[in-house]
């Protein structure tokens, strides 16, 4: 490395870490990605050039301070490194792996005016990775008890996140999950290629060690009623995602073969980690043409978890462009390498059946109009242009809607006009909800979105709760 040239970013190209095989990486679930090896860690690290004001920080949802911990890196000074990457971040290693870089830090970074940003989320990773395989753990050696104590409803990234700020201020967390492991859809969700289960393992380790306690496969509101939190702790935080699969409102949808993305890969992670689950809950799309219909994040797992269970054919179909997907770009460009074939600007208008299975999907051509509320081109069909596309398999990823549950009523917890737990960042306690002793935050709040802004409004609604304590 050439520490202190600040020409490095010239002499240095961007880089990113080896990418395994098409081969290798799609006949098993493992992470695509290699790790940085040390060498590549300091020289790519050294590339950033210490912006006065680092516009990467600013567009990082959680305000990491990602100079100075680049700095740090490129000077070999590891455990100082995820020490300050864990004062702003509650899961660096997670979020080094599944945020849209691209749209976030390194889309911010000033080097990416054409020199190629400084690839700052496999950084983050690595800090974390080797830190903690080095035996660094977080210091929390300054944290005085205050003898509150704080019950976590859902251990997403919104719940822990809220777990580690509030553990750091002498307040214990103790989380509540319906699930056998903790992560939320990091762990029953998202599929291995882009984030192995072996890392919320170990983070559940390292969470524990810390002093959070977990209390797993065990769901609020059945196996323990939410009236007993209420009495037994000094507040609650409701991480509890949105769960409700938005249908495509055309016919056919509940013809068998036709499947909800979540259902779909919960069953796959189930299968692979061997979690107990119902005997078809597992869907086995070996040799079989399957079509996807959406282009999320959630699209782009789907059609890569049927490339990695052996199916023939892999369809993602669109009704947009691909200028216009929601999801990550380098996440499409990777299912493209893995031979999904993308029919673009094609919207479902129904699912057609044979003798009461799926026999294909018909969908018509569109045309991009005028933006929408969200200021995304609203597709206009194409008359005439319909046309049917043959699978044995559909799987429908067209994002999630909040799924509030049955006892939120009786606890005046307000939820606005589409569902979502009123809880706002600006008010005296950051995250209340309009019962006093209630905070929420994460996708229950903001809508489906992603894990940083998660982690981002579980550690805000932790200082509301610290605040609302007087602690
Ligand atoms: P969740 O992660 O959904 O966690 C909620 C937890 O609450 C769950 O564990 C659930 O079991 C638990 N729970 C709910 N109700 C109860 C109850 N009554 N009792 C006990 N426990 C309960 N984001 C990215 O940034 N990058 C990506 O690449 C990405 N890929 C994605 C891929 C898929 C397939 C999906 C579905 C989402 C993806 N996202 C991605 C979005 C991201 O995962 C979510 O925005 C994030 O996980 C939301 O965090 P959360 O803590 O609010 O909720
Ligand atoms: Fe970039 Fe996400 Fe890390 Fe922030 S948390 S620095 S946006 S990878």
């Known amino acids: 490395t050439r520490l202190g040239n600040n020409f490095q970013f010239l002499d240095v190209e961007r880089e990113e870490p080896n990418k395994k095989s098409f081969e290798s990486r799609t006949e098993d679930f493992v992470e695509i990605y290699d790790p940085f090896t040390k060498g590549q860690a300091a020289e790519q690290s050294d590339r950033c050039l ?74 983050e990773k690595y800090i974390t990775d080797t830190a903690l395989a080095m035996g660094w753990r977080p210091d929390l050696s300054g944290v005085i008890q205050t003898g509150k104590r704080v019950a976590i409803i859902g251990a997403g990234p919104a719940g822990l996140g809220c777990a580690d700020v509030l553990t750091r201020n002498g307040v214990k967390a103790v989380v509540y999950d319906r699930y056998p492991e903790i992560g939320g859809l990091l762990t029953f969700g998202i599929p291995q290629f882009k984030l192995e289960k072996s890392v919320m393992e170990r983070r559940r380790v390292v969470f524990e060690e810390m002093g959070i306690e977990f209390v797993l496969n065990t769901e609020i509101g059945v196996d323990i009623d939410i009236d007993d939190l209420m009495a037994d702790y000094d507040a609650v935080f409701l991480g509890m995602g949105t769960y409700t699969a938005m249908q495509g409102g055309f016919p056919g949808e509940d013809i068998p073969g036709v499947y909800k993305a979540l259902d779909y890969l919960i069953g796959n992670v189930n299968q692979k980690m061997g ?123 067209f994002g999630f809607q909040p799924s509030p549950a049955d006892w939120f009523g009786n606890l005046d917890i307000t939820l606005n006009d589409w569902q979502g737990v009123v809880a706002p960042e600006q008010q005296v306690y950051k995250f209340q909800t309009t019962n006093p002793k209630i905070f929420a935050g994460g996708d229950m709040v903001r809508g489906s979105d992603l894990v940083v802004t998660a982690i981002w409004e579980g550690r805000q609604a932790a200082d509301g709760i610290l605040d609302y304590l007087g602690v």
């Open 50 to 123: 210490e912006c006065g004001n680092p516009y990467c920080e600013w567009k990082c949802p959680v305000h990491n301070f990602i100079p100075n911990w680049l700095k740090l890196l490129a000077e070999g000074n590891l455990f100082e490194a995820a020490e300050l990457s864990h004062q702003t971040n509650t899961l660096p290693e997670v979020c080094g792996r599944v945020c849209p870089q691209d749209r976030l830090c390194e889309g911010a970074c000033t080097l990416n005016d054409g020199f190629g940003a400084v690839t700052i989320g496999n950084s």
């Open 275 to 397: 979690y107990p689950q119902e005997n078809d809950a597992y869907i086995d799309l070996k040799e079989k043409t399957v079509v996807v219909l959406g282009g999320g994040d959630t699209a782009m797992d789907c059609v890569r978890t049927a490339v990695r269970q052996q199916a023939d054919r892999v369809y993602c179909v669109y009704r947009r462009d691909e200028e216009n997907m929601p999801g990550s770009r380098k996440e499409v460009q990777n299912a493209k390498e893995e031979g999904i074939q993308f029919l673009f600007n094609r919207q479902p208008v129904e699912v057609v059946e044979y003798f009461g299975r799926v026999l294909g999907v018909k969908v018509v051509t569109t045309e991009l109009g005028e933006p929408d509320e969200g200021g995304r081109r609203r597709p206009q069909p194409v008359e005439g242009s319909e046309q049917v596309i043959e699978a044995d398999a559909i799987i429908m990823a």
